[in-house]
């Protein structure tokens, strides 16, 4: 009875600290205030996770009486599938959209506790009026207000903000004001460098996320294992042709290892095959591209999948796959969306099942063509196999 009850207690702990893991993982700046159960785990489990992170990826936890922020250092700079998009439409942000991030952020930084999106807008015009960031940006038309606000809603989202009065609509209109409370704890977590942009001379991205050179044997195993362990946690697929000798070497040691140490925190299921690592989630809420999706940009996506598939190592031409959509609106045009058959639907049908594909790590694109990458063969069809019994 007593080892009954401990086996209970410690699968329930472990249980509880894989759910504050994967909250965290979910969304790495958890708010007390409005994520109040997943904070709770967190600050519960608050030393174990700590020292995880520490220990498989040197990602800081940091945690106070509001936050809970998860700083994760990307395990590539280079990956552009994975944007920041506008919370209402869903489009990724340009890259107006983030110098106006950074603008926006540090005026708040310098701000009292409350501002209005007026004030905010002309220290903004202020900071892009700098000849070196490369933006124009002068607040004179609708589409410029609304880039603002795109980027107020991703803080709004993001918890920097929290609004007291007014809509945003009403700015983009040039009819109304907006107020907000400037959120201090949040606003203190949302630079993830490891150094501050102040003190560079260039604007390099690299260089601000940039570690130091291990000299010792344990420290480049270690520095080996917390880069190998960003990507089962961050990239869809982790691609064995992609890593360095003493990366491969390492992980071939260590496979194991690794991927059970992910798995015993996250739940994730490591899936091994001979070209590489994918950490396969059963509950399907750890990513923010999902495969298979309902609705017709599902439905297309998935077709496209297996027709590339298909195709093995051969590189397709995109206006191939324009045609191979046209044919499918015809054969589908009773369950997808009314306008799919339309001239010209194809093109954006396809662009937006190829930047999930991308981003999915399924498929390599190269100007106007399209080869699959190894695990996309997990969506390929095979023959059917018919068993008998007696």
């Not at 207690?9 to 759910?19: F, G, I, P, Q």
């Not at 506790?113 to 015009?125: D, E, F, N, P, Y």
């Not at 003190?199 to 480049?220: C, G, I, K, Q, W």
């Not at 396969?280 to 077709?303: F, K």
Request: charged content about 30%.
């Amino acid at each position: 009875m007593i080892r009954s009850l401990s086996d209970a207690l410690s699968a329930s702990h472990v249980e509880d600290r894989r759910k504050a893991a994967r909250a965290l993982l979910r969304r790495p700046l958890l708010r007390a205030s409005s994520q109040a159960d997943e904070y709770r785990l967190v600050r519960k489990h608050e030393a174990e996770l700590r020292a995880w992170f520490d220990l498989n990826t040197g990602w800081r936890l940091v945690v106070d009486s509001e936050v809970a922020r998860l700083v994760k250092v990307a395990a590539t700079t280079d990956d552009a599938s994975h944007p920041a998009r506008d919370t209402r439409s869903k489009l990724p942000f340009t890259r107006r959209r983030y110098v106006l991030t950074c603008l926006a952020l540090a005026t708040l930084e310098r701000a009292d506790a409350q501002i209005t999106l007026g004030r905010l807008a002309g220290q903004v015009v202020m900071g892009a009026a700098d000849p070196e960031l490369g933006v124009d940006f002068t607040l004179t038309g609708r589409e410029e207000r609304s880039d603002l606000v795109a980027v107020v809603r991703l803080l709004l989202d993001l918890g920097v903000l929290s609004k007291v009065a007014g809509e945003e609509d009403a700015f983009v209109r040039d009819t109304g004001d907006v107020l907000y409370d400037v959120e201090r704890r949040v606003l203190a977590t949302m630079l993830a460098t490891r150094r501050g942009p102040s003190t560079m001379d260039s604007l390099d991205l690299a260089e601000l996320t940039a570690e130091v050179v291990p000299d010792s044997d344990e420290l480049r195993n270690r520095a080996i294992r917390r880069r190998l362990t960003r990507q089962l946690l961050d990239e869809p697929v982790l691609y064995y042709d992609e890593l360095d000798e003493t990366e491969l070497a390492y992980l071939t040691r260590q496979r194991a290892a690794l991927t059970r140490q992910v798995s015993e925190l996250t739940g994730l299921v490591a899936e091994v095959r001979a070209e590489g690592i994918a950490m396969i989630d059963p509950a399907d809420d750890l990513t923010d591209v999902r495969m298979p999706e309902s609705g017709t940009e599902g439905h297309v996506t998935l077709l496209i999948a297996e027709y590339l598939a298909a195709q093995g190592d051969e590189a397709v031409p995109i206006s191939a796959l324009h045609d191979r959509v046209r044919v499918l609106a015809q054969e589908h045009r009773s369950y997808w969306r009314r306008n799919a058959t339309e001239p010209g639907a194809e093109s954006e049908l396809v662009e937006q099942a190829l930047t999930r594909l991308v981003a999915l790590h399924l498929v390599h694109r190269d100007h106007d063509q399209v080869s699959a990458r190894p695990a996309l063969a997990r969506y390929a069809l095979a023959e059917p196999t018919i068993t008998t019994t007696r």
